[in-house]
């Protein structure tokens, strides 16, 4: 018979999605589930090393180092930011921080009163200039290392930590090394992933639909069914001394629409040929 195996070396391919706003629903779906899956991993991390040879230590050491990056992700966007602004335009460190966390409280504020799309149209238009500031925060932050002559600042760690990341990563995959060209792109979006994207995410954990999946023709050329249904209703009550029990079956047919992602939903005409039996 045939044998099963794995192969460690096999690409595996995806539909990423196109769009900013499929973008951010994906990842209104994946990052919170991925933070909670990754807690409750935590949680049994060294027992989980111990009855699994799949998962080493040094593994459950990488998922603390991104667990930890992923919570002050937001924190360091913002201290990146206030430095460019000290470095750039030699404000206060205190105006330059001020500076640097209302924009994000703003829009904190905004994604509680308005809708998904609006909060997502929000956040594009911040990207763009976000993405712009990001050009001055990177030399910014070169130029504070440079002054300083160290690397042991809030932005210094946290830039250097990513290039290492992704170029350690590039090195262990060569076919897919000329890929870190678009690393430029990737920087320049780093405060609309880690900032408004957590941001947008957190609000929105209640809306539970796919929202890259639904499409506003889902429905086209679908028939509605006519259901028949035998419903039964149980009514108790006491009348003096006795007790009275009444059970009611009744026919209806329930016209069923077809089935969508966010709320199925039906609608019932009036009875029919209602019939009542007493015992």
Not at 7 to 33: I, L, M, V
Not at 101 to 126: E, G, H, N, R, V
Not at 195 to 201: G, P, R, V
Not at 202 to 218: D, L
Request: hydrophobic letters at 45%; a positive charge; glycine letters at 6%.
């Amino acid at each position: 018979g045939l044998e099963g195996g794995v192969q460690r070396r096999s690409d595996a391919y995806t539909n990423a999605p196109q769009e900013f706003k499929e973008f951010y629903n994906q990842r209104r779906r994946w990052g919170p589930s991925t933070m909670a899956n990754t807690l409750d991993l935590l949680g049994s991390g060294m027992l989980t090393s111990q009855k699994n040879k799949s998962i080493s230590t040094p593994y459950i050491l990488y998922q603390v180092l991104a667990m930890a990056s992923s919570i002050l992700g937001p924190a360091t966007v913002c201290l990146m930011i206030a430095g460019s602004f000290s470095f750039v335009f030699s404000l206060h460190a205190n105006v330059s921080l001020v500076l640097a966390i209302l924009p994000p409280i703003i829009y904190l504020i905004l994604c509680f009163k308005l809708k998904s799309d609006t909060q997502i149209t929000i956040a594009a238009i911040m990207s763009i200039f976000y993405a712009f500031l990001m050009s001055a925060t990177l030399l910014s932050i070169i130029g504070n290392i440079v002054k300083q002559g160290t690397i042991l600042t809030p932005s210094g760690l946290f830039f250097v930590g990513i290039v290492l990341m992704y170029f350690i990563t590039a090195m262990l995959h060569p076919k897919e090394f000329h890929l870190l060209i678009y690393g430029a792109i990737y920087v320049l979006t780093i405060p609309s992933g880690y900032l408004l994207l957590t941001i947008y995410s957190m609000v929105n954990m209640n809306n539970v639909s796919w929202g890259t999946r639904e499409t506003a023709g889902q429905a086209d050329g679908q028939t509605v069914q006519m259901v028949q249904k035998n419903v039964k209703f149980e009514k108790k009550c006491k009348c003096c001394c006795w007790n009275v029990e009444f059970q009611i079956n009744t026919d209806k047919k329930v016209t069923v629409a077809p089935v969508s992602t966010e709320a199925p939903h039906a609608t019932e005409p009036a009875e029919e040929n209602p019939h009542q039996n007493e015992r």
